[in-house]
């Protein structure tokens, strides 16, 4: 796998943009790989906290989840405070007890629809995950197996929905490629001095 250690070090160099937190959006389509490279990256930045996108949607409010990110993580984090959310249990139906996510030096957030408008304004940095719709949503459903299939069918058309009404690949720093040896950074079609301080090159 590449070194992510020196894209870390330059998203750890950006000007916090989130209170005292360099916040980091992974967006891309569902079934992607967003999780797996988040991690990733999070363990190169020294175990930075990760707040996945699917804690704050629910069944019946797929991408309606903006208000609540915003009350219960980015108003708290741009004040320097702890956020505190409730995580959704996709099989009970039900949010579950509170979790705590301290303001970081850099955080992660992943989902999709992570670098949509209204969260852009507290990004540092939005990383794209590369990778065609139709291609990912059928590595999703294999991923999840057939008990899941009417729910992909709901998601694909919400996700479609979503992105055609307030996509996020257009404002994209770095676009990020799957290789067989790690992967590759690219730079997104977004240019701006944040995306010269994360990509001065593409590597393999």
């Known amino acids: 796998m590449n ?4 894209r870390a070090r330059r998203l750890r160099s950006l000007p916090p943009s989130c209170g ?3 916040l980091i959006a992974v967006d891309g389509h569902a079934g992607s790989g967003k999780s797996t490279f988040a991690d990733r990256l999070a363990v190169a930045l020294g175990d930075a906290p ?3 996108l699917d804690d704050l949607a629910t069944h019946e409010e797929l991408f309606a989840w903006t208000d609540r990110l ?3 993580v980015l108003d708290p984090l741009s004040r320097g405070e702890p956020a505190r959310y409730a995580p959704y249990d996709w099989t009970a139906r039900r949010f579950g007890p509170p979790r705590t996510l301290d303001p970081a030096p850099v955080a992660l957030i992943e989902g999709v629809g992570a670098g949509r408008n209204a969260v852009r304004p507290f990004l540092a940095a939005l990383l794209w995950i590369e990778g065609e719709s139709e291609a990912s949503w059928e590595q999703g459903r294999r991923r999840d ?3 899941l299939s009417d729910f992909w069918d709901g998601w694909t058309v919400a996700e479609h929905r979503h992105f055609a009404d307030d996509p996020s690949y257009p404002f ?3 676009v990020i490629r799957r290789i ?3 992967y590759m ?3 997104g079609p977004h240019p701006t001095a944040v995306t010269s301080r994360i990509i001065t090159d593409s590597e393999a």
């Open 3 to 6: 070194d992510l250690a020196d």
């Open 20 to 22: 005292p937190v360099r």
């Open 50 to 52: 990760v707040l996945r």
């Open 70 to 72: 915003r009350a219960q």
């Open 145 to 147: 197996g057939p008990g």
């Open 172 to 174: 994209a720093d770095a």
């Open 180 to 182: 067989p040896t790690g």
């Open 185 to 187: 950074w690219l730079d």
